[in-house]
Protein backbone atom coordinates (compact mmCIF):
# COMPACT_ATOMS: atom_id res chain seq x y z
CA UNK A 1 0.00 0.00 0.00
CA UNK A 2 1.04 3.75 -0.77
CA UNK A 3 1.26 5.73 1.86
CA UNK A 4 -2.04 8.04 1.99
CA UNK A 5 -1.79 11.47 0.70
CA UNK A 6 -2.63 13.61 3.85
CA UNK A 7 -3.97 17.12 3.50
CA UNK A 8 -5.64 19.22 6.29
CA UNK A 9 -7.87 21.85 6.09
CA UNK A 10 -7.38 24.82 8.52
CA UNK A 11 -9.79 27.85 9.65
CA UNK A 12 -9.28 29.90 12.72
CA UNK A 13 -12.78 27.88 14.42
CA UNK A 14 -13.20 25.00 12.53
CA UNK A 15 -16.95 24.87 12.62
CA UNK A 16 -17.79 26.93 9.11
CA UNK A 17 -14.96 26.66 5.98
CA UNK A 18 -12.30 23.79 6.88
CA UNK A 19 -14.71 21.06 7.98
CA UNK A 20 -16.80 22.49 4.82
CA UNK A 21 -13.89 22.51 2.47
CA UNK A 22 -12.69 18.75 3.81
CA UNK A 23 -15.99 17.59 3.35
CA UNK A 24 -16.59 19.44 -0.59
CA UNK A 25 -12.97 18.17 -1.24
CA UNK A 26 -13.53 14.38 -0.13
CA UNK A 27 -16.72 14.66 -2.32
CA UNK A 28 -14.66 15.11 -5.09
CA UNK A 29 -12.31 12.76 -4.85
CA UNK A 30 -14.91 10.42 -3.92
CA UNK A 31 -16.46 11.39 -7.85
CA UNK A 32 -13.41 11.07 -9.20
CA UNK A 33 -12.08 7.82 -7.51
CA UNK A 34 -9.21 8.64 -5.71
CA UNK A 35 -10.89 8.90 -2.14
CA UNK A 36 -9.04 6.09 -0.75
CA UNK A 37 -5.80 7.52 -1.86
CA UNK A 38 -5.93 10.24 1.02
CA UNK A 39 -6.38 11.09 4.11
CA UNK A 40 -8.54 14.19 5.04
CA UNK A 41 -8.51 16.55 8.11
CA UNK A 42 -9.50 19.72 9.29
CA UNK A 43 -7.99 21.39 12.13
CA UNK A 44 -8.50 25.47 13.69
CA UNK A 45 -5.82 27.87 14.66
CA UNK A 46 -7.87 28.58 17.48
CA UNK A 47 -9.42 26.05 20.71
CA UNK A 48 -12.61 28.35 20.33
CA UNK A 49 -14.83 25.76 19.72
CA UNK A 50 -13.16 22.61 20.70
CA UNK A 51 -15.15 19.75 21.00
CA UNK A 52 -17.97 20.96 19.39
CA UNK A 53 -19.76 19.89 15.72
CA UNK A 54 -19.96 22.19 12.72
CA UNK A 55 -21.58 25.37 12.74
CA UNK A 56 -25.49 24.05 11.77
CA UNK A 57 -25.22 27.23 8.82
CA UNK A 58 -22.58 25.36 7.33
CA UNK A 59 -24.09 21.91 7.68
CA UNK A 60 -27.53 23.33 6.12
CA UNK A 61 -25.61 25.42 3.20
CA UNK A 62 -24.07 22.07 2.13
CA UNK A 63 -26.92 19.55 2.88
CA UNK A 64 -29.12 21.57 0.36
CA UNK A 65 -26.01 20.74 -1.82
CA UNK A 66 -25.47 17.61 -1.54
CA UNK A 67 -22.76 17.35 1.00
CA UNK A 68 -22.45 16.06 4.61
CA UNK A 69 -20.19 18.29 7.20
CA UNK A 70 -19.32 16.27 10.15
CA UNK A 71 -16.44 16.17 12.63
CA UNK A 72 -15.29 17.80 15.37
CA UNK A 73 -13.66 20.86 16.16
CA UNK A 74 -9.94 20.88 17.09
CA UNK A 75 -6.73 22.92 17.12
CA UNK A 76 -4.07 22.48 14.96
CA UNK A 77 -0.89 20.82 16.47
CA UNK A 78 2.79 19.95 15.87
CA UNK A 79 1.62 16.32 15.43
CA UNK A 80 -0.27 17.81 12.51
CA UNK A 81 2.50 19.77 11.21
CA UNK A 82 4.95 16.94 11.17
CA UNK A 83 1.90 14.31 9.45
CA UNK A 84 0.23 16.46 7.21
CA UNK A 85 1.58 16.40 3.73
CA UNK A 86 -0.43 19.82 3.17
CA UNK A 87 -1.74 21.97 5.24
CA UNK A 88 -4.32 24.48 3.40
CA UNK A 89 -5.18 27.51 5.33
CA UNK A 90 -8.95 29.64 4.21
CA UNK A 91 -7.41 33.34 5.04
CA UNK A 92 -3.90 35.28 5.06
CA UNK A 93 -4.24 34.87 8.78
CA UNK A 94 -4.72 31.50 9.25
CA UNK A 95 -2.17 31.22 6.89
CA UNK A 96 0.40 33.61 9.09
CA UNK A 97 -0.53 31.17 11.72
CA UNK A 98 0.11 27.92 10.06
CA UNK A 99 3.58 29.21 8.80
CA UNK A 100 4.65 30.13 12.41
CA UNK A 101 3.70 27.07 14.43
CA UNK A 102 5.28 24.77 11.21
CA UNK A 103 8.47 27.22 12.20
CA UNK A 104 8.53 26.50 15.89
CA UNK A 105 7.95 22.87 14.75
CA UNK A 106 11.30 23.35 12.88
CA UNK A 107 10.39 20.55 10.50
CA UNK A 108 12.96 22.35 7.87
CA UNK A 109 12.95 20.88 4.30
CA UNK A 110 10.79 18.13 4.85
CA UNK A 111 8.16 20.17 6.19
CA UNK A 112 4.43 19.87 4.83
CA UNK A 113 3.75 22.01 1.90
CA UNK A 114 1.44 25.39 2.85
CA UNK A 115 -1.32 26.86 0.68
CA UNK A 116 -4.16 29.14 1.02
CA UNK A 117 -6.76 27.08 -0.71
CA UNK A 118 -8.29 29.55 -3.26
CA UNK A 119 -4.38 29.46 -5.01
CA UNK A 120 -6.44 26.72 -6.65
CA UNK A 121 -9.65 28.82 -7.40
CA UNK A 122 -9.66 29.54 -10.85
CA UNK A 123 -12.15 32.20 -10.49
CA UNK A 124 -10.17 34.23 -7.52
CA UNK A 125 -8.86 37.09 -9.62
CA UNK A 126 -6.23 38.00 -6.88
CA UNK A 127 -8.95 37.64 -4.42
CA UNK A 128 -7.35 34.78 -2.37
CA UNK A 129 -9.12 34.67 0.61
CA UNK A 130 -12.38 32.58 1.48
CA UNK A 131 -14.00 34.73 4.34
CA UNK A 132 -15.06 34.07 7.84
CA UNK A 133 -18.89 34.27 7.29
CA UNK A 134 -19.57 33.23 11.06
CA UNK A 135 -21.04 36.63 11.77
CA UNK A 136 -22.33 37.28 8.08
CA UNK A 137 -25.96 36.25 7.21
CA UNK A 138 -26.96 33.00 5.34
CA UNK A 139 -26.02 34.44 1.58
CA UNK A 140 -22.15 34.16 2.71
CA UNK A 141 -22.40 30.52 3.46
CA UNK A 142 -23.45 30.22 0.00
CA UNK A 143 -20.89 31.87 -1.55
CA UNK A 144 -18.30 30.26 1.04
CA UNK A 145 -19.58 27.12 -0.85
CA UNK A 146 -18.90 28.45 -4.18
CA UNK A 147 -15.62 29.06 -3.53
CA UNK A 148 -14.76 26.14 -1.68
CA UNK A 149 -16.61 23.86 -4.21
CA UNK A 150 -14.19 25.37 -7.41
CA UNK A 151 -10.49 25.91 -5.00
CA UNK A 152 -11.66 21.86 -4.35
CA UNK A 153 -11.26 20.84 -7.69
CA UNK A 154 -8.66 23.01 -8.27
CA UNK A 155 -6.44 21.27 -5.45
CA UNK A 156 -7.58 17.79 -6.53
CA UNK A 157 -6.36 18.86 -10.04
CA UNK A 158 -3.00 20.32 -8.50
CA UNK A 159 -2.56 17.00 -6.47
CA UNK A 160 -3.34 14.60 -9.60
CA UNK A 161 -0.25 15.98 -11.36
CA UNK A 162 2.20 15.98 -8.41
CA UNK A 163 1.27 12.77 -7.87
CA UNK A 164 0.46 11.48 -10.52
CA UNK A 165 -2.84 10.13 -9.86
P1 LIG B 1 -14.44 29.22 10.76
O1 LIG B 1 -15.47 30.33 11.24
O2 LIG B 1 -13.05 29.76 11.05
O3 LIG B 1 -14.70 29.15 9.29
O4 LIG B 1 -14.78 27.97 11.50
C1 LIG B 1 -15.42 30.92 12.51
C2 LIG B 1 -15.98 30.27 13.57
C3 LIG B 1 -15.94 30.86 14.83
C4 LIG B 1 -15.35 32.08 15.00
C5 LIG B 1 -14.78 32.73 13.93
C6 LIG B 1 -14.81 32.13 12.68
N1 LIG B 1 -15.33 32.70 16.27
O5 LIG B 1 -14.80 33.82 16.39
O6 LIG B 1 -15.82 32.10 17.24
Redesign the pocket.
Known amino acids: MTEPISVLFV????????PLAAAVFRQVATEEGVESRFRIDSA?T?G??NGEPP?SRTTATAARRGVEVTGTSRQITGTDVEEFDYLVA?DADNLRAVERLVERVGVGDDGPAVHLFREFDPEAAGDLEVP???YGGPRGFDDVHDLVERSAHGLLEHLRERHDL
Open positions: CLGNICRSGSYHDMDPY
